[in-house]
């Protein structure tokens, strides 16, 4: 074998055999779950396509067009530029608390003239591809040194103290998580998360007095008792609580839900909009949603469990750990089990930024499906495939 670049050479794969072992049927899992959110978004809208359900169709069209793109490129691309790619998302950070504007009382974006970029969505697949790229460079006796495991968790604290001061604490909440998840795959001993949370027990006193803002704390005060202010903080959640338990088994059917069409129901768009299907489909319609993000995430598993490298192995876990936090902060969000973050429901929600880094965050996952028989050695190399 040959080196170039750092890769191994490979004997050319067509783009059409590569077509031809993607995981269709994920594929189609997608669609059939983000045409729900059309059709959600379109009755959001009072049965207009605008100005909701047509920018989305326009977006999951041009993320799926990328996702498919992303999926028959080499894995060996992104695990050789993931540093790098890193390192762009983190400056784009540092620039958003530079020059960033504020949208819906955050700084969060960054003005890139043709359009708005949300960093700390970019940083979700960034961080992923970066951790996944370290842990593959390790062995296990690595993996046990206390020492090794300290560029990995600078490389998530950064990213989370920039985001957590725009401020946007579902996003950093996310970002840990799924950070957790690279290193507990990793091989990274039990004793050491249960260290690690003991220490953010102690310092949450600290967190709670200096680096939470105020409505922060509302919302958690709110979440343990929402009646305490019904027409202020808790009025989402108490809204949201009454539009799900209208929908009983079977709901009112699309379009006839009361508490969205009224507008009592907030943000039914994008962050309760799952309370709105519940409303117009019942229980019935709930379920069924959670039951493709179910598939999603099983066929997420499967993909990742499959691959014979290490890099892939961590970015599919990565990803569907992702996903699932997706799923269940925004939907326990709304049924008020736990605070209102502002997580979007992922295909579902409207949504720009969010849309598309989720797309191709699972054409990585396609990427690692279909080189999921390709063996990378621990230099960035390679066997044919």
């Not at 059939?32 to 059709?39: M, P, Q, R, V």
């Not at 955050?106 to 790229?133: D, Y």
Request: with cysteine; charged share 10%; net charge positive.
């Amino acid at each position: 074998m040959l080196h170039h670049g750092g890769l191994l050479s490979e004997p050319k794969v067509s783009i059409g055999k590569k077509l031809l072992h993607l995981h269709w049927m994920f594929v189609v899992l997608l669609t059939l779950t983000a045409s729900i959110g059309f059709a959600m978004l379109y009755s959001a809208a009072g049965g207009d396509l605008d100005p909701w359900a047509s920018r989305q169709m326009i977006r999951f069209g041009v993320g799926l067009l990328g996702m498919i793109v992303i999926a028959v490129s080499d894995i060996r691309i992104w695990l050789r530029y993931a540093y790098a790619f890193y390192f762009l998302v983190l400056v784009l950070l540092i620039a958003v608390e530079l020059m960033g504007f504020v949208g819906m009382g955050a700084q969060r974006w960054i003005n890139l003239g043709f359009f708005n970029v949300q960093p700390s969505e970019l940083m979700k697949v960034a961080l992923l591809l970066a951790l996944a790229r370290y842990f593959h460079g390790g062995s296990i006796e690595d993996v046990g040194r206390v020492m090794f495991l300290v560029p990995p968790a600078m490389m998530v604290a950064a990213p989370a103290f920039l985001i957590i001061r725009q401020p946007d604490l579902g996003t950093t909440l996310m970002l840990v998580l799924a950070s957790v998840s690279i290193f507990f795959a990793a091989g990274v001993r039990m004793w050491k998360f249960v260290l690690a949370g003991v220490l953010t027990l102690i310092s949450a006193p600290v967190a709670w007095f200096t680096i939470l803002r105020e409505y922060q704390k509302q919302r958690i005060l709110t979440f343990i008792n929402p009646e305490t202010d019904t027409l202020g903080a808790g009025y989402h959640i108490i809204q949201s609580k009454i539009a799900l338990g209208s929908g009983g088994m079977f709901g009112k059917g699309f379009m006839q839900g009361t508490q969205g069409s009224l507008n009592f129901l907030p943000e039914k768009q994008t962050d309760f909009i799952f309370t709105m299907l519940a409303e117009e489909f019942g229980m019935v319609g709930g379920l069924t949603l959670i039951a493709l993000y179910t598939l999603l995430l099983a066929y997420g598993l499967v993909i990742s469990v499959s691959s014979r490298n290490q890099f892939g192995r961590l970015v599919g876990i990565g990803v569907t750990v992702t996903f699932f936090l997706y799923v269940f902060i925004n939907i326990a969000m709304v049924m008020g089990l736990i605070p209102v973050v502002g997580v979007p429901l992922p295909l579902v929600s409207y949504g720009g930024t969010a849309m598309l880094t989720l797309l191709c965050a699972f054409g990585l996952l396609l990427s690692v499906h279909i080189h999921r028989d390709l063996t990378i050695g621990r230099r960035d190399g390679g066997d044919e495939f």
